[in-house]
């Protein structure tokens, strides 16, 4: 874990925190956050793309306050360091849009043990989302908005822990679906849990978008050349989103799908409040070694 040298400007400032910047559309989103005027902090990995988006950006929007902070996010423990110095600098956060995420073209395990896919685009959200909203680090009328994918409908959830060997009988494509699923199921059961807080919670398919997506994928990576073939512009896709973080706040809504822009029905065993329970726990089964640990 490290921070962008000007990770002070963001000390108790109200902020849009965004993962997975550096590419695809939570690099276009970057920019409409910041014609907003937003105050930004955005995960990476990569730090010479991170610097360069700061400093193009800034070269356009010179009173912008935006830094990173380089996390690998399938490590819960990287995840802990990065909302405990948003808790220890009284930075609020205004909207968190947990948008990294991977398709599993490989058979990949994090640093905990959890299966690759299943860790980044569920356990980090999960773990991002509760800790900020333990620490107290969220405001009134925040919001989270998970980048989730129409490829949810596929899921079924009916697996028993998530565990890699589990998991790896799955297609890659109904893995990569189970783990949407389970995001939803998150969106839908945190919805509810912060209500009371005024905390609005939920989540977005962007569309099929040229991204990078079935990159990082060693010589398979030849696959994302069918993507970007096919996808729509990931531009299109943030200004979608851009509007849809808007119309969240305008209209407080909250437990809602959205899809291309609009607000549509999500599968049904997404609104399965049994399922929503069942991956409630396991997904704390995940992490509660790590977070003791740190
Ligand atoms: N593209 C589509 O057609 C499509 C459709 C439905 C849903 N989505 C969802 O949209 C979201 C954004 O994806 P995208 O299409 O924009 O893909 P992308 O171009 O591959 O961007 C993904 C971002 O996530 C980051 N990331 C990946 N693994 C990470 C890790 N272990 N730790 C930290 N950051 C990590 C990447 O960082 P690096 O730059 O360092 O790799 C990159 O910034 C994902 O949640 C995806 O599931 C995409």
Same mark, same amino acid.
């Not at 276009?28 to 907003?36: F, Q, R, S, V």
């Not at 490829?151 to 494509?173: C, F, I, V, W």
């Not at 991204?211 to 531009?235: D, H, I, P």
């Given at each position: 874990?490290?921070?962008?040298?000007?990770? $002070?400007?963001?000390?108790?400032?109200?902020?849009?925190?965004? %993962?997975?910047?550096?590419?695809?559309?939570?690099?276009?989103?970057?920019?409409?956050?910041?014609?907003?005027?937003?105050? @930004?902090?955005? %995960?990476?990995?990569?730090? %010479?793309?991170?610097?360069?988006?700061?400093?193009?950006?800034?070269? /356009?929007?010179?009173?912008?306050?935006?830094?990173?902070?380089?996390?690998? *996010?399938?490590?819960?423990?990287?995840? *802990?360091?990065?909302?405990?110095?948003?808790?220890?600098?009284?930075?609020? /956060?205004?909207?968190? +849009?947990?948008?990294?995420?991977?398709?599993? /073209?490989?058979?990949? +395990?994090? !640093?905990?043990?959890?299966?690759?896919?299943?860790?980044?685009?569920?356990?980090?959200?999960?773990? @991002?989302?509760?800790?900020?909203?333990?620490?107290?680090?969220?405001?009134?009328?925040?919001?989270?908005?998970?980048?989730?994918?129409?490829?949810?409908?596929?899921?079924?959830?009916?697996? $028993?822990? #998530?565990?890699?060997?589990? %998991?790896?009988?799955?297609?890659?494509?109904?893995?990569?679906? $189970?783990?949407?699923?389970?995001?939803?199921?998150?969106?839908?059961? *945190?919805?509810?849990?912060?209500?009371?807080?005024? @905390?609005?919670?939920?989540?977005?398919?962007?569309?099929?978008?040229?991204?990078?997506?079935?990159?990082?994928? =060693?010589?398979?990576?030849?696959?994302?050349?069918?993507?970007?073939?096919?996808?729509?512009?990931?531009? !299109?896709?943030?200004?979608?989103?851009?509007?849809? @973080?808007? !119309?969240?706040?305008?209209?407080?809504?909250?437990?809602?799908?959205?899809?291309? =822009?609009?607000?549509?029905?999500?599968?049904? #065993?997404?609104?399965?409040?049994?399922?929503?329970? !069942?991956?409630?726990?396991?997904?704390? =089964?995940?992490?509660?070694?790590?977070?003791?640990?740190?």
């Amino acid at each position: 874990m490290k921070f962008s040298n000007n990770i $002070e400007i963001l000390s108790s400032q109200n902020i849009t925190l965004i %993962t997975g910047a550096t590419s695809g559309i939570g690099f276009e989103m970057l920019e409409y956050l910041a014609k907003d005027n937003q105050n @930004i902090l955005f %995960t990476a990995r990569n730090e %010479t793309k991170a610097i360069k988006i700061i400093n193009d950006l800034i070269s /356009v929007y010179p009173s912008l306050r935006i830094s990173y902070a380089l996390c690998e *996010l399938s490590d819960q423990i990287e995840i *802990l360091k990065l909302t405990n110095y948003i808790n220890c600098k009284l930075i609020k /956060v205004k909207n968190l +849009i947990n948008n990294a995420g991977i398709f599993p /073209v490989k058979n990949r +395990i994090s !640093k905990q043990g959890i299966e690759l896919s299943f860790a980044i685009n569920h356990i980090a959200p999960f773990l @991002i989302a509760t800790q900020l909203y333990k620490d107290n680090s969220f405001d009134k009328y925040s919001l989270i908005l998970n980048i989730n994918s129409s490829a949810h409908y596929r899921g079924r959830g009916d697996l $028993e822990n #998530y565990d890699p060997q589990e %998991t790896y009988n799955y297609s890659k494509m109904q893995r990569y679906s $189970e783990t949407k699923l389970a995001n939803l199921c998150l969106t839908y059961k *945190l919805s509810k849990l912060y209500i009371n807080d005024d @905390i609005l919670v939920n989540a977005a398919h962007p569309g099929i978008v040229a991204t990078n997506l079935l990159s990082n994928n =060693g010589w398979l990576s030849f696959l994302n050349w069918g993507l970007k073939l096919v996808g729509r512009n990931a531009n !299109k896709s943030a200004k979608e989103l851009f509007e849809v @973080i808007q !119309k969240c706040h305008t209209d407080k809504l909250s437990g809602v799908f959205f899809s291309e =822009g609009d607000i549509v029905k999500s599968s049904d #065993y997404s609104y399965d409040i049994n399922l929503q329970d !069942k991956i409630w726990n396991i997904s704390i =089964g995940l992490i509660n070694a790590s977070t003791m640990e740190f």
